[in-house]
């Protein structure tokens, strides 16, 4: 009946397919009997067909995507050319055909951040993740299987780049009615000393596994306040970012404050601002000599780690400070006093003026770690149900040599 057209049921003609869960149904309109049924799953014909539409429907929006992100970016004709190449590339492989849209658009950006490095153009994977709203572990993981899949080789991004890139967003070079006129300044000589920043923290290990973007806006800080102190050190950095028009990166106070230490360890060593008592909220004033003497200063204010401190020893071989007289002595016994009242001692004097050892912030102060409960008497009450270890195991274990023995001494009546 139905190959001819007509419904076995009620005999009517009109006969419709209908797509019922995404499955085709010959029904019948007048009764509404099914005649017949599509497939419970597809064929893996019809899988491949749905992955060309959905790949033939994808290209075109990923390459809008990535024509869009250039735009914004104002990047030239010969980046966004690259960088749909390699979307074209990477889209119809298996690590990105079958993937999340979310990822796919992580993609776009992906390819558009590798032409950036490839060409030498500074930009951050944070500025790409703050364009797509996206994660950065995210970002990174799709960054990383693009650079693997398709065999890139990415250059590193370089830092005094990434300076001049990061100070040209910035709106203090310009008069405007909302920026006082002792804040304007002049851009070459606010990039010229914020490198020196940089290579400065770059030298005391602020900068090694870090965002840049943080440290590059602290050091602008302080390069923008030293070239006028007077006036910009009562400037505080949140209000700085706001009047650049730039974002306060959350890590930029820790950086600030970072920075200022190193500053102020190495004003120490100067004779001339020895008597100032130099701290942090002056030692601004006095950046720009700082720079000028900075591997002089950095040697004298730090010392290597391996180098030891010297411990001055009396010929007896016993350690005898400077107006102390030998042991019984009446200077040696009023020096033990004040020892014994707290008073600092001329020793500890020195270890605390001593110069610390250049090291990383992260090895100077670690995370405290949570300290674990104390295990109770319960806890520590002998069962004989305690799990034996495997070192304890072999204690038990006789050797060839044991085995030879037992059996020589069991022979025996």
């Known amino acids: 009946a139905a190959a001819r057209g ?18 085709q149904q010959l029904v019948c309109a007048a009764c509404g009997c099914v005649l017949s049924e599509g497939l419970l799953t597809t064929t893996y014909t019809d899988e491949e067909h749905l992955r060309a539409e959905l790949g033939a429907r994808c290209l075109p929006t990923g390459i809008r995507r990535v024509q869009d992100l250039c735009k914004v970016l104002q990047l030239p004709a ?20 079958l993937v999340s849209l979310e990822k796919k658009e992580l993609l776009a950006g992906c390819c558009v951040f590798v032409t950036c490095r490839q ?14 709203y996206a994660k950065q572990e995210l970002f990174a993981s799709v960054f990383l299987s693009l650079q693997k899949e398709l065999e890139l080789s990415v250059p590193a991004l370089s830092l005094a780049d990434l300076v001049k890139t990061h100070l040209n967003s910035f709106r203090l070079f310009q008069h405007a009615a909302n920026i006082p006129a002792s804040f304007v300044e002049d851009k070459e000589k606010v990039v010229a000393r914020t490198l020196q920043m940089v290579e400065l923290a770059s030298e ?16 602008a800080f302080l390069s923008w306040q030293s070239l006028q102190p007077a006036a910009r050190r009562p400037c505080t950095l949140p209000r700085f970012c706001r009047l650049a028009g730039v974002d306060l990166p959350p890590p930029a106070s820790l950086r600030l404050k970072e920075l200022l230490e190193i500053l102020v360890r190495m004003a120490s060593q100067l004779a001339w601002l ?24 950095l040697r004298n204010a730090f010392r290597q780690e391996d180098q030891e401190q010297p411990c001055p020893t009396a010929p007896g071989g016993g350690s005898q400070r400077e107006g102390e007289g030998p042991p019984g002595s009446p200077a040696a016994l009023e020096a033990a006093k004040d020892q014994g009242q707290g008073r600092p ?32 008497a319960a806890d520590c ?5 305690e799990p034996i270890s495997d070192s304890e195991v072999e204690q038990y274990l006789r050797g060839p040599e044991e085995v030879q023995a037992l059996r020589k001494a069991n022979a025996w009546p």
Not at 381 to 385: H, P, S, V, Y
């Open 381 to 385: 009450a002998i069962t004989g149900e």
């Open 6 to 23: 007509r419904c076995p049921q009620c005999g009517s003609a009109e006969l419709v397919e209908d797509a019922h869960y995404a499955q």
């Open 204 to 219: 005391t290990w602020l900068v090694t596994g870090r965002h840049p973007i943080p440290i590059v806006t602290a050091a």
């Open 78 to 97: 010969v980046f966004e050319e690259t960088a749909v190449s390699y979307f074209q590339r990477a889209l119809p492989h298996p690590s990105f055909h």
């Open 119 to 132: 060409h030498n153009w500074p930009l951050t994977m944070g500025t790409i993740c703050s364009l797509l």
């Open 274 to 297: 020895r008597v100032l008592h130099v701290d942090k909220k002056t030692v601004v004033k006095h950046i720009g000599d700082l720079l000028q003497h900075r591997i002089f200063l």
């Open 345 to 376: 001692s001329e020793e500890k004097r020195q270890r605390e003026g001593s110069p610390r050892p250049l090291l990383p912030p992260c090895l100077l102060h670690p995370r405290k770690r949570l300290r674990t409960a104390a295990p109770s």
